[in-house]
């Protein structure tokens, strides 16, 4: 039950840089580098100066052996005058040593050796080195025997104890010294590692400004030379940029071949409808379809023209567009004497479709215009990237079964001239752009009109 969790916290907390991962990866390895590449140093420099000090403290061993002598009364004993190291003379010296007999007692002790008891006596010409905690010091034991001229073997160990002060204080100054340019080289090498990610990922950074510019249509396509890796991505991307482009032509070129097809054979049946010798009934039934014919025509051609999400689309000033409409509604509105009001700042830009937005704002501006009393307001801001639109009038608002209304050919209004199919063209080229039309009421009284397109 472990796994899915512990998968669940590295999907969270995973970077989505990728020179984000590059750096944490690296640092990562550097550090586990370099912690194991210290540790194993102190450990090698530790081991290294204890073998020094065990050397050192056998040399002097070795060079008490060679002042032993017999005293008067038959024991072995070191001549003080011929105590080979000048510190073992020196009360304050951290340097000691004794010689202890077989029974434990010493026959002979350096100024500075204390009342110690006699350490454990290894086997004879056995060496013992270790560091004993109280003092804290370094203890070099070895045993021999001795035969007199009487005959008389007996058995004595050589002491030798060095404070390990200094032995810390090396080992300290050598931990600084290691971590200090171990962190030093770390860091250095971290800044080198930045740099190479810097110069690796210079043609990612240069394909995203290229692309940006085919956003703005400030360039057709992807020109510049590319790695090996990015070639194959970068074909990629053009080929789909020009199918894309090629696909939107023959989609326009063969509505325009069909929408005027259709043209010449509607305009004779209006001819028919406008015949004084058929009946007034028939005429006004025959005229209103025909009217009917025009607009799911025309409804159903703006339909499949809508482009959709189109992919690195050039975003288009919205405010120019929403004037243009607003201007045309106030002559078509005049009667009603309709207001609108932008909201919209001049330099809010859109990606998407030129057409695509002129009939989904054009369409909420009638809507609101028509079902309205006179009043019309249009806002047009980012949240993040999602696009919102919001168009709001003072009218009777939307019945309770709203949604119903995003089917072709429901009215709120029934009364009202047109088809019905102004928010079922909006709900339809909203669903190509892949967002959400939303409908409520508007602070002023009537309908509001939300439409939420992804930046």
């Known amino acids: 039950m472990k796994w899915p969790i512990l998968g669940t916290v590295y999907a969270r907390l995973r970077p989505q840089s990728l020179r984000t991962r590059l750096l ?20 090698a420099f530790g081991d290294s100066a204890r073998q020094a000090q065990q050397d050192k403290l056998e040399g002097i061993v070795y060079s008490l052996l060679a002042a032993l002598g017999p005293s008067a009364s038959g024991e072995l004993t070191i ?70 001229l009487a005959d008389d073997p007996r058995r004595y160990n050589v002491v030798v104890m060095e404070d390990a002060s200094s032995f810390r204080a090396q080992l300290r100054a050598y931990r600084r010294a290691l971590w200090t340019w171990l962190a030093v080289c770390g860091i250095g090498l971290l800044g080198v590692q930045v740099l190479v990610l810097q110069w690796g990922l210079a043609p990612l950074r240069k394909l995203i ?59 004779v049946v209006q001819g028919i409808t406008e015949d004084a010798d058929m009946p007034r009934t028939f005429r006004l039934t025959l005229g209103e379809q025909v009217q009917s014919m025009q607009q799911i025509t025309g409804y159903q051609l703006r339909k499949a023209a809508a482009a959709g999400r189109r992919t690195l689309a050039e975003p288009v000033q919205i405010r120019p567009l929403c004037e243009k409409l607003v201007s045309a509604l106030v002559k078509v509105y005049a009667e009603k004497n309709a207001r609108f009001d932008l909201q919209i700042d001049p330099r809010l830009r859109l990606r998407a479709e030129s057409g695509d937005l002129f009939e989904l704002i054009g369409n909420l501006l009638d809507n609101a215009a028509k079902y309205g009393n006179g009043k019309v307001r249009l806002s047009v801001h980012h949240e993040g990237r999602t696009a919102v639109i919001e168009v709001a009038d003072n009218g009777p608002g939307f019945p309770e079964d709203a949604e ?35 409908l409520g009421t508007s602070d002023l009284g009537g309908a509001q009109v939300t439409v939420r397109l992804p930046g």
């Open 24 to 43: 944490v990866a690296a640092t990562a390895v550097l550090t586990a580098f370099f912690l194991i590449t210290g540790v194993a140093l102190e450990s």
């Open 79 to 148: 001549s003080t005058t011929m105590v080979p190291d000048a510190r073992l003379k020196s009360a304050a010296s951290s340097l000691q040593a004794a010689l202890f007999n077989e029974d434990g007692v010493a026959v002979w002790r350096s100024v500075n050796f204390g009342d110690m008891s006699a350490p454990k006596m290894p086997g004879i010409d056995q060496w013992r080195f270790e560091r004993i905690d109280d003092p804290d010091a370094f203890q070099m034991s070895y045993s021999f025997r001795w035969i007199d």
């Open 209 to 267: 400004v290229e692309l940006r510019r085919i956003e703005m249509g400030e360039q057709q396509d992807i020109r510049a030379e590319y790695p090996d890796e990015l070639k194959p991505l970068t074909q990629g991307l053009n080929a789909m940029i020009q199918n894309e482009r090629n696909q939107q032509t023959r989609y326009r070129n063969a509505l325009g071949d069909l929408a005027h097809s259709l043209k010449t054979p509607l305009a």
């Open 404 to 438: 119903a209304m995003l089917e072709r050919g429901v009215r709120a209004d029934m009364k009202k001239p047109g088809q019905g199919i102004g928010l079922a063209a909006v709900y339809d080229l909203v669903r190509a752009y892949e967002g959400q039309l939303l």
